[in-house]
């Protein structure tokens, strides 16, 4: 029996593909950040956590959740869930390059900010997601999620950009931020790269908390250590959504 050419060249090309080397750790972490700007829309739903401990014996802690969608690279609409000191609280917001909307729930109105904190810029979904801040990948394993297998990646965060992108989100003020650590996991489709979750921990020093000082402490009370964590899922790549604009300003 006879095999056809165009036959023969199909299984010599199949041989071929099932044989290529698997991208890198480093590699396939560029193609994933790649293909999540290029998605144009995706679905975001996460976790996180934030603790400050200042040198004066204060310290707080909250949780929150956050759930929205985004238009990669720089505009996203998100729902925060906030518990703090046991009360719940719900803050929407909208970004939209750099520019952050928030909506007064007692009043209903947006107001805008001249950009984000200090905070939200480190637990920023799509900020997160930057090539440049990512070094030292390695695989961890191989786990399935919704049904997809996935591959594991663990990274080291660039503390340098960490810093400075804080410090451009803090402007004018007098706290300084230092001692940045910042650790990070991805996990990637193997069908077709994507990113479908991220996990970012980041922990800084910082002086200059004159709202958190206790009158009569020594020098450098005003210190503290900041520890912040952020959990994210993306799906629905691509998927049509409401388009993302900014809102109406009330006076």
Known sequence: M?????????????????????PTASALTA????????AKTVQLDGSGSIALKAQSGLSFAFDFKLSGNAEPPDRARMSVQLTVLGNNFTVE????????????????????????SKVTSVIDPLGNVDASVIHDVVEVDR????????????????????IQGMRQSAGASP???????????LCIRIDDSQIVRQLVKVSVDMTGLAGFAVPGAAPGAD????EMSLDMHFSHHG???PQITAPPVGP
């Open 2 to 22: 006879s095999i056809s050419r165009p036959a023969a060249v199909l299984a010599i090309a199949g041989l071929l593909v099932a044989c290529a080397p698997e």
């Open 31 to 38: 193609t994933g950040i790649a293909n999540l700007k290029n």
């Open 93 to 116: 917001t909208i970004a939209i390059a750099g520019k952050e909307y928030t909506l007064d729930a007692a009043s209903g109105k947006w107001t805008a900010g001249s950009g984000t």
């Open 143 to 162: 786990p399935e999620i919704d049904g997809k297998k996935t591959r594991h990646l663990r990274y080291q965060a660039d503390t340098t950009k960490i």
């Open 175 to 185: 706290q300084s931020i230092s001692n940045a650590q910042g650790t990070g996991e």
């Open 223 to 226: 210190s503290a250590s900041m």
């Open 239 to 241: 998927e049509a959504f």
